[in-house]
């Protein structure tokens, strides 16, 4: 059993953590309001919308990892279940690679923000922009064309703002 006196440090110590979280908090909060009202709210929303969407691909293609993995470790799984898990992690993979590497060269050519989304049958690509020339356009499908073997009518770009 705890004596009167621990019991009083143990709850004088809970205290203060206590007051030094709501402190904590109160920083925050405060950091993150001041650093959201630099953006305006149009960049912020962009920022946001690029990220999430970054943020849901990298999600579901983890739980999709994670499925395919769980196949390869199951020892009821027949070889045949095993080889197309293999394939299918393999072909996440570098779908995964073709999009980073998109979405950088088609940064470098000037957009500030670029999210891909690539697979075997079609070419999504978003760019923050308010609308697109056809000089920007053909940019984008040559560093697409220029990764893949991949015919103009299965690349779709799409702009931001």
């Known amino acids: 059993m705890l004596t009167k006196k621990k019991k009083i440090i143990v ?24 650093v959201s009202s630099d953006l305006d709210s149009s960049t912020y929303s962009t920022y ?4 999430t969407c ?7 293609r983890n739980e ?3 499925y395919y993995k769980e196949i390869l470790n199951n020892e009821s799984s027949s070889l045949e279940s ?17 999009e980073m590497t998109m979405e950088g060269l ?7 923000e670029a999210l891909v989304n690539y697979s075997s049958s079609y070419i999504n690509i978003i760019v923050q922009s308010s ?6 356009v053909a940019k ?18 799409i702009p931001v703002e």
């Open 64 to 66: 999709s990892i994670e």
């Open 140 to 157: 984008i499908v040559d560093i697409v064309q220029s990764q893949v073997d991949r015919d103009i009518d299965y690349i779709k770009i």
């Open 106 to 112: 088609i940064k470098a050519k000037g957009f500030s």
């Open 11 to 34: 709850v004088v110590s809970m205290m203060v953590l206590l007051v030094i979280t709501g402190v904590l908090n109160i920083f925050f909060n405060n950091t993150t309001e001041n």
């Open 131 to 136: 609308e697109l020339t056809e000089s920007e």
């Open 82 to 98: 095993k080889n197309d898990a293999e394939a299918k992690i393999k072909e996440l993979a570098e779908s995964m690679s073709i």
């Open 54 to 60: 970054r943020a849901d691909r990298t999600n579901t």
């Open 48 to 51: 946001s919308f690029f990220n």
